[in-house]
């Protein structure tokens, strides 16, 4: 089935430790991104890229680290020195993040982080 | 990117159409608006989307004004899984989607 792949659905950090996400995409899009929610709000954006090799911050990026070696992953970790990890984050990919015809963003399921 | 403004929630009776009303006033010419929802705890999910014409697929219509200062989603029977929270989003080339806190449709039956 084509689409995105977000593991693991749930995981726990410990306070100090660095814990990566994992998102995958098999929709042959050039741009991915990834979200923060938090209980009763909107997204933010953390981190997108729009080609392989290339990423840039965005809202929220502080705390956070990515990196996009090949076109189909685009995994985040979260730091140390994100203060307030627990979250829900949400990986999401488009054909492209320059076309003028209405991109169209698709998200993943999500990754529920929770620090104890 | 220009701001959007919905009502925080809206209630729907189950079979009726629900109507969500979005007023983006300050949206420029060349930026299109995107509707998804949200199911607690699920990625959002993409509804459909236009730049100046009506649109309508097989989930929802899209009704734009001639100013395109508002836009009106419409589901036409609504059902109790199209309880969710609903977003409406403008934006320009279709990247750094602002997601606002949306509308949260209760479909009640």
């Known amino acids: 089935d084509g689409g995105i792949t977000q593991s693991p659905k749930y995981l726990f950090r410990k306070e100090g430790q660095n814990v990566t996400l994992s998102c995958e995409q098999n929709?042959?899009?050039?741009?991915m991104y990834w979200y923060r929610q938090d209980p009763g709000q909107g997204l933010r954006l953390i981190y997108y890229?729009?080609?392989?090799?290339?990423?840039q911050k965005g809202d929220i990026a502080e705390g956070y680290s990515v990196s996009r070696e090949k076109k189909e992953s685009f995994p985040l970790t979260v730091t140390s020195a994100q203060k307030n990890p627990t979250a829900f984050y949400l990986c999401a990919s488009s054909i492209t993040g320059r076309i003028t015809s209405g991109n169209t963003i698709y998200f993943g399921e999500g990754s529920w982080l929770t620090v104890v | 990117d220009a701001k959007t403004t919905q009502p925080p929630s809206m209630d729907c009776a189950e079979g009726r159409a629900a109507n969500l009303p979005c007023n983006h006033s300050?949206?420029?010419?060349?930026?299109?608006v995107y509707w998804y929802r949200q199911i607690h705890s699920q990625g959002p999910q993409y509804i459909i989307h236009?730049?100046?014409n009506n649109e309508t697929n097989e989930m929802a219509s899209l009704i734009i004004t001639e100013d395109r200062k508002s836009s009106t989603l419409i589901l036409p029977h609504a059902t109790l899984r199209d309880t969710a929270v609903y977003y409406c989003i403008v934006s320009h080339y279709g990247q750094n989607f602002v997601f606002g806190p949306g509308t949260r449709l209760s479909v009640l039956p």
């Open positions: 236009g730049l100046k």
């Open positions: 929709l042959n899009h050039d741009a």
């Open positions: 890229s729009q080609i392989v090799n290339d990423f």
């Open positions: 300050t949206i420029s010419g060349n930026e299109y």
